[in-house]
């Protein structure tokens, strides 16, 4: 017993300590976005890149500053090299020879060396090249900003479709059951047909099982808003904006009527950022026909002994230091060079006519993005007229059937027709949202 009552304890704490792990979000879409532009797993990598970028920019505009090296080496020449000279050196016979062995045992040095760049046409280039690769990797921040911005929008929408559609259908399915048990209570007492009371079944079905297809959407929907804000999608959140309201807002009619300058959007920045890139390309290539200078110094001791002595203060350490210059002078490369440059200014030219090409399509997406968009606010308002229109019609079709004045196929058609509608306009809410948000987005300057 006190076995069991312990396993049930250590059970109840894992699930304590699981639900206490767990973390309660209330977004509306404002928040919502403002979260996730910090916490997306694509900003937080986006942002990584950058400082990346400016290490890189570092390491670039380091190599042209003084580098300084310090080397130790020790050589054991546990069994010397033997040379053969004439014996006659050493007082012997003419025409032998004496085995003599050069060096010592062992060998031990340290050197210091200071090197720094002078002059290197490849060099100056590279440091307009870091700050364009830094510039790259800022506007890509600024693009994924925006993509992710939208990406919330839309996801957002989704689940605010889903849950509204849910409710409509819960609603739509509790009036119809109530219709169908005093409709079956009258076929029961005779005064209508059964065909009736089927018809009605089959549209009670048909919302059932829409009913159960949109609530497992809204819960993959709202699963996807978490991944898509950075959080866990065991947390709990809560939309705290209602879809109508957010639809209202997104009417701007201004927006309708603003000018676009696409150099001024992210896709085109990033485009002349690949120009940039191909300019100073050939300009690297130009530059390796130009002389290199460099300097240096060097400062050693050496040491040497049968004996492994070197750390006794009576060791002899013998100085050396040197200073040089070297100056390197391209002559002549078989016109490797020169072929070298051409590629670079054809892909020069390359990134050009891309850039040209991203500028048309950017004025093209304009005029799509603002057309869509405004279709949808013509279709927005069309839809809500309709959907009036409609529950008026059913409404009145419902009166008829339970006074015996319609029959069960007219009613149902105005059943459906008012579902479509409403359905309809959810639908174009959510479209206006995310049309406006994808004419921003073209339109962010």
């Known amino acids: 017993m006190k076995k069991f009552f312990i396993i049930t304890l250590f059970f109840f704490a894992i699930i304590a300590k699981s639900q206490a792990t767990k973390q309660n979000y209330n977004f509306s879409l404002d928040q919502a976005i403002s979260h996730a532009l910090t916490n997306n797993r694509s900003e937080i990598n986006a942002g990584r890149d950058i400082e990346s970028a400016k290490k890189k920019k570092w390491e670039t505009t380091a190599m042209g500053l003084p580098q300084i090296n310090g080397a130790f080496n020790y050589q054991d020449n546990f069994k010397l090299q033997t040379s053969l000279l004439p014996a006659q050196i050493f007082g012997g016979p003419a025409g032998e020879f004496a085995e003599i062995t050069f060096g010592t045992k062992h060998n031990f040095g340290g050197s210091l060396s200071l090197?720094?760049?002078?002059?290197?046409?490849?060099?100056?280039?590279?440091?307009?090249?870091?700050?364009?690769?830094?510039?790259?990797?800022?506007?890509?921040?600024?693009?994924?900003?925006?993509?992710?911005?939208?990406?919330?929008?839309?996801?957002?929408?989704?689940?605010?479709?889903?849950?509204?559609?849910?409710?409509?259908?819960?609603?739509?399915?509790?009036?119809?059951?109530?219709?169908?048990?005093?409709?079956?209570?009258?076929?029961?007492?005779?005064?209508?047909?059964?065909?009736?009371?089927?018809?009605?079944?089959?549209?009670?079905?048909?919302?059932?099982?829409?009913?159960n297809y949109v609530t497992r959407l809204k819960e993959i929907s709202l699963k996807m808003l978490k991944v898509n804000l950075g959080i866990d999608i065991?947390?709990?959140?809560?939309?705290?904006?209602?879809?109508?309201?957010?639809?209202?807002?997104?009417?701007?009619?201004?927006?309708?009527?603003?000018?676009?300058?696409?150099?001024?959007?992210?896709?085109?920045?990033?485009?002349?950022?690949?120009?940039?890139?191909?300019?100073?390309e050939m300009k690297l290539q130009k530059s390796k026909s130009l002389p290199t200078l460099a300097a240096g110094v060097n400062f050693g001791y050496n040491s040497f002994g049968d004996t492994f002595t070197f750390f006794n203060s009576s060791q002899r350490y013998f100085n050396y230091s040197n200073l040089g210059v070297s100056l390197n002078v391209p002559l002549f490369s078989s016109f490797a060079r020169s072929a070298r440059t051409q590629q670079a200014k054809i892909a020069l030219e390359k990134a050009k006519t891309d850039l040209t090409d991203v500028e048309q399509k950017l004025k093209l997406g304009y005029q799509n993005a603002k057309s869509?968009?405004?279709?949808?606010?013509?279709?927005?308002?069309?839809?809500?007229?309709?959907?009036?229109?409609?529950e008026r019609i059913e409404k009145k079709q419902q009166i008829k059937?339970?006074?015996?004045?319609?029959?069960?196929?007219?009613?149902?058609?105005?059943?459906r027709q008012l579902y479509s509608s409403q359905q309809s306009y959810l639908q174009t809410m959510v479209d206006v949202i995310n049309k406006k948000a994808a004419l921003e987005k073209i339109n962010r300057k």
Not at 410 to 415: I, N, P
Request: charged share 25%; proline share 1%; net charge negative.
């Open 401 to 415: 059937f339970k006074e015996g004045l319609s029959s069960s196929f007219d009613f149902t058609e105005a059943q």
């Open 115 to 211: 090197s720094q760049l002078i002059f290197d046409g490849s060099y100056i280039v590279a440091l307009q090249a870091s700050k364009t690769y830094l510039q790259f990797y800022e506007n890509y921040k600024i693009k994924t900003d925006s993509d992710v911005k939208e990406m919330i929008i839309n996801a957002y929408g989704n689940v605010l479709l889903a849950d509204e559609s849910a409710q409509i259908l819960q609603k739509n399915k509790t009036i119809l059951e109530k219709t169908l048990f005093d409709t079956n209570q009258t076929y029961k007492n005779g005064f209508i047909e059964e065909e009736n009371v089927e018809q009605l079944k089959i549209t009670l079905s048909a919302i059932n099982s829409n009913l």
């Open 372 to 390: 869509n968009y405004e279709y949808s606010i013509e279709q927005y308002n069309s839809s809500k007229e309709n959907l009036k229109l409609a």
């Open 234 to 280: 065991d947390d709990t959140l809560t939309l705290t904006d209602k879809l109508e309201l957010l639809a209202q807002n997104n009417l701007d009619l201004a927006l309708k009527s603003s000018e676009f300058d696409p150099k001024g959007n992210i896709n085109y920045l990033i485009s002349q950022n690949f120009v940039d890139q191909r300019n100073l």
